[in-house]
């Protein structure tokens, strides 16, 4: 045998005996141990050129690197996270509280000893059950009738309860049909002698979790009642035990996700499912050709090293219209507490248990989240933040940030405040923070530079203070003015708010008419349920045009153009409404429309209000914007509980009932 050949039959040799011991040290749970033992004794049959070889190798070195039995311990002190949540962000107050909230109800159950009741007429099998349970660190109760069972658990709620099945009075059985039905969640193991068996199975289809034969077996007691406590904490945390972080870009979502890692100790992952379109992203490729890989989700558990991180999915709103398959049912199988103990990846092809993973969904907003996810989401907002937070944010936190990047901590660079206001208003238009931190970033970049200048032909330098002359300087000419409000007031121009993925904003819907016969047009993108509101409008107005100073037969020789610029952003919604309508009665009797007073609301073919959403954030953009007055339906008011005083004495908010009312505050006399 040529002696190249023998060489390489001692290296397969050697890298599967190192893959065996990899196995071994990987801690993996039996069932997967013998998977990965059989696939590497059929390795040793096959020739390692082959590209099975490969494919097989690469597999079950993926499995042994997988952490199944490596986690990080839980910091559970909740006033530390509180301090650190606060450390690493300014105001949020009411976010804050919601993920304390969370996080408290999370170490309860975590510290919460697991309750046990046992009922058994045999005084051994009570003493035997408490012997062995409360070794295992459980708080045990014994009782020796069904009736004193009940009585237990009418004043304590437990996680199990074990019954013997035959008992005088009221048996095991009994005790499981009124648990099932009062305590869904609470599991039953039912105790059974050799003689019940057939019962102890009738019991099971009745919904027991288990039964376990007399006389016991210590390992079988211990296993199966670990595991029913498993299930219970399950059921018991299905619903809303994932987090969803809801609001514009840049506010503050996924430095909280980091928080919270950091607080917990647990390590922080974070993936985009914005654009995915193939649920082999999520749920991996099957092993049948060399590049197979293993889905996102695993593939950043391994990399984490840690089967227990935080798990931060961004972007949930924005998965791919083409995508291939049910993303929600994919989803449903990481997220879904009741499924994700045995998450199947394609390519791992055995479960991995995802249930201690922490995952946080984010989403720009969350109403377009697939309903089936969104219920089992506890929703937590976030929004844009007050021109005034944005500073007390600058200065406290992204200012200093960047002069330590940028190497300036030594020199101390003074911001003024006009120069941070400067920044915020004439270089950025956003609900939350984004751009600003890139701005000051640029200007931090720019000092450095010039400081280094300085330094190396003088040798030294001098105390610097960024004025707002110094930004401009920088940052170029200012990129936004507030032309909204300079310009003049117009007839057929009403000015709206509308809320997008970004936040809120402002629109200008202009409307026109010329020669025609009976026409609406509308142009801008807008979606149908906008083009319903244009219609409805435009309805309500000819049954009331005679109250309304118009014209009669005003569209009988006319057609009617609505057109809302910024034509390349997408806008629909029934919000528009309004403004739609307060436009067109300007157009049609000769009233200009205040530019500087920004209306929302939905529209009824009878001229009332209906309430609308994302107040907060409209009326953010609507000061953002320097509007004077803001028009909101009346059946929004307690909307404005979630703002602030100083927003509040800032931007006159008007909320009202009817089409009248709001055209009382916005058209002038013709
Ligand atoms: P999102 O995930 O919502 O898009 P980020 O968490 O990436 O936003 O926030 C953008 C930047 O703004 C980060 O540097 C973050 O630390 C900072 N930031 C946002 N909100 C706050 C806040 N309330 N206090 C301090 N820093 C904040």
């Known amino acids: 045998m040529p002696f190249f050949k023998k060489e390489g039959e001692n290296q397969q040799a050697a ?22 033992v059989q696939e590497l004794d059929m390795l040793s049959k096959i020739s390692p050129e082959s590209s099975e070889f490969t494919i097989g190798l690469t597999y079950i070195d993926y499995l042994a690197n997988m952490p199944w039995n490596i986690s990080t311990e839980d910091n559970l002190d909740i006033s530390r996270a509180e301090r650190i949540l606060n450390e690493e962000h300014y105001g949020l107050q009411k976010t804050k509280e919601r993920i304390i909230e969370h996080l408290a109800v999370k170490v309860l159950v975590l510290k919460k000893k697991p309750h046990i009741l046992v009922i058994d007429d045999e005084e051994i099998a009570r003493k035997n059950l408490t012997h062995i349970l409360e070794k295992e660190n459980y708080d045990v109760m014994a009782v020796q009738s069904g009736i004193e069972g009940f009585k237990r658990m009418e004043s304590a709620e437990f996680d199990i309860v074990i019954a013997d099945l035959k008992m005088p009075g009221v048996d095991g059985m009994e005790v499981l049909e009124k648990i099932k039905i009062k305590h869904p969640y609470t599991q039953v193991i039912i105790i059974t002698g050799y003689a019940t068996v057939s019962s102890a199975v009738e019991a099971m289809q009745k919904g027991a979790y288990y039964y376990i034969a007399k006389p016991f077996k210590l390992e079988e007691v211990r296993l199966k009642v670990r595991e ?48 995915i379109k193939d649920e082999a992203e999520i749920r991996g490729h099957r092993r049948t050709y060399v590049g197979a890989k293993p889905g996102r989700v695993i593939e950043e558990i391994r990399r984490a090293e840690s089967s227990n991180p935080v798990f931060m999915m961004d972007e949930l709103d924005k998965i791919s219209q083409e995508f291939k398959g049910d993303p929600s049912s994919a989803l449903l199988e990481v997220l879904d507490p009741e499924q994700n103990h045995t998450f199947v990846d394609h390519y791992l092809d055995v479960p991995f248990d995802l249930s201690r993973v922490m995952f946080i969904i984010t989403a720009n907003v969350f109403d377009n989240i697939p309903s089936p996810l969104r219920d089992r989401m506890e929703l937590t907002e976030f929004s844009g933040y007050t021109l005034e937070e944005k500073a007390e944010i600058a200065s406290q936190f992204l200012i200093p940030r960047q002069i330590r990047e940028k190497g300036l901590y030594g020199y101390q660079p003074e911001f003024t405040e006009k120069a941070i206001f400067k920044m915020i208003q004439s270089y950025t238009r956003e609900a939350g923070i984004r751009t600003l931190e890139r701005r000051i970033a640029t200007v931090c970049r720019k000092i450095a530079k010039e400081l280094l200048h300085d330094i190396e032909e003088n040798n ?22 507030f032309e ?148 909101i339906p009346g059946k929004n008011t307690d909307n404005l509980a979630e703002l602030t005083d100083t927003i509040k004495k800032d931007i006159d908010i008007v909320p009202v009932d009817s089409i009248d009312d709001a055209i009382k505050n916005v058209l002038l006399k013709p």
């Open 15 to 36: 890298t599967i005996e190192d893959l065996s011991q990899k196995i071994r040290d990987s801690q993996m749970p039996p069932d997967v141990e013998k998977i990965s």
């Open 228 to 275: 029913a406590y498993d299930k219970k904490s399950r059921l018991r945390s299905a619903k809303g035990s994932v987090l969803c972080f809801a609001g514009p870009p840049g506010t503050g979502k996924t430095s909280m996700g980091r928080a919270i890692a950091r607080a917990l100790r647990r390590k922080f992952v974070r993936i985009s499912l914005g654009g």
């Open 460 to 481: 030294t330098s001098g105390a610097i203070t960024i004025t707002p002359d110094l930004v401009e300087k920088y940052l170029g000419r200012q990129k936004y003015h």
């Open 484 to 631: 909204v409000v300079e310009d003049e007031n117009r007839i057929g121009v009403a000015t709206g708010l509308v809320l997008t993925e970004t936040g809120g904003d402002i629109i200008f819907v202009e409307a026109v008419k010329m020669k025609g016969s009976k026409e609406l047009l509308l142009t801008g993108s807008l979606g149908d349920v906008m083009r319903e509101s244009a219609q409805a409008a435009l309805s309500y107005i000819r049954s009331k045009a005679d109250s309304l100073g118009i014209q009669e037969d005003f569209f009988e020789h006319h057609d009617i153009h609505i057109h809302v610029p910024s034509g390349a952003i997408r806008k629909d919604g029934p919000s528009a409404g309004l403004t739609i309508g307060l436009a067109l009665i300007s157009l049609l009797t000769g009233r200009p429309a205040q530019r500087d007073v920004a209306l929302t609301g939905e529209i009824t073919l009878t001229g009332k209000i209906l309430r609308v959403g994302g107040i907060k954030e409209k009326i953010l953009a609507a000061r953002r914007s320097r509007m004077k007055k803001v028009i």
